[in-house]
């Protein structure tokens, strides 16, 4: 809790508010700026004097209840209070995620990326869509969200469940990857919080797959941003691609981005491959 930088933050969203802006009338005499505390503390369903302490930086911590009814009271946005929660010690609650929905912006970047394998992928794996290049590279071993079944898209649960997966990777490779997809979706689980399609996904992989099971109760976590992978193409051979992820604000969507070195074999592969077009792999 940062009581200073939180008493400075409620007073100043106090004093921008007008009376008018909340429903009250302004009435003669009014030289405080913005809302008295008496009128906030009233709206928060809260005392005036613990108001006063709050905004004195002499206050305990509040809970997360008052600082949802203040947040209310004070008419934030989404992200000013989630501001107020982090200054407050606390975890803003959870947002609503972006789901299969791409954001326009990520569509026209991906379009414009003709150059580089590049992805667009839900925090929890689910594989939203992808460019010309990323699909030859990959064939259809997994779809995008498209299809009808909700697993068929994601792909930690390919990665546990579908042989084909694994099998454009070289084998001494499946047990970093392994680790790597549990451990980013254990990161995603904990942010989202309370979240029924992360809690489905998770019994889904953890009575699906045994590996899976062993390596979730390890409670290994880690964002995934940097990485390198090693893919086994059936025409161009060996790849070993720089693996680059750029998440969104909201970091429910990400856009993965697959490079080479420039004069590397891999680069010229790449090049082969734009020429090749589609391949699946067999």
């Not at 009250?24 to 700026?33: C, F, V």
């Not at 569509?107 to 929890?124: F, K, M």
Request: glycine share 6%.
């Amino acid at each position: 809790m940062d009581r200073r930088e939180l008493a400075d933050f409620v007073r100043r969203c106090r004093e921008r508010l007008r009376p008018k802006d909340v429903g009250l009338t302004a009435g003669p005499r009014r030289r405080t700026p913005g809302l008295r505390r008496e009128e906030v503390a009233l709206l928060a369903g809260m005392s005036a004097d613990y108001l006063m302490r709050l905004e004195q930086a002499r206050s305990p911590q509040p809970s997360t209840q008052i600082l949802r009814a203040l947040g209310q009271a004070l008419r934030l946005s989404d992200d000013e209070r989630d501001h107020l929660y982090l200054l407050a010690g606390h975890r803003p609650p959870a947002g609503r995620p972006a789901g299969g929905h791409v954001r326009p912006g990520l569509l026209y970047l991906l379009d414009q990326l003709t150059g580089v394998p590049a992805q667009v992928i839900s925090d929890l794996g689910d594989l939203l869509a992808q460019n010309a290049l990323a699909e030859t590279l990959f064939g259809d071993v997994c779809p995008t969200v498209r299809h009808d079944h909700e697993q068929d898209h994601n792909i930690v649960w390919r990665w546990f469940n579908d042989p084909r997966i694994r099998a454009a990777y070289p084998l001494e490779e499946h047990d970093y990857c392994s680790r790597l997809h549990v451990a980013d979706l254990r990161a995603a689980v904990a942010r989202r919080g309370p979240d029924p399609v992360a809690s489905r996904l998770v019994e889904r992989l953890r009575s699906g797959s045994a590996e899976f099971a062993t390596l979730w109760d390890r409670h290994e976590v880690a964002v995934r941003r940097h990485s390198r992978l090693r893919v086994q193409h059936p025409t161009v051979g060996l790849l070993e691609l720089d693996c680059e992820t750029l998440l969104t604000p909201a970091e429910d969507q990400r856009l993965v981005l697959l490079t080479a070195p420039p004069g590397t074999p891999t680069a010229g592969h790449l090049d082969l491959l734009r020429v090749v077009g589609q391949e699946s792999f067999a």
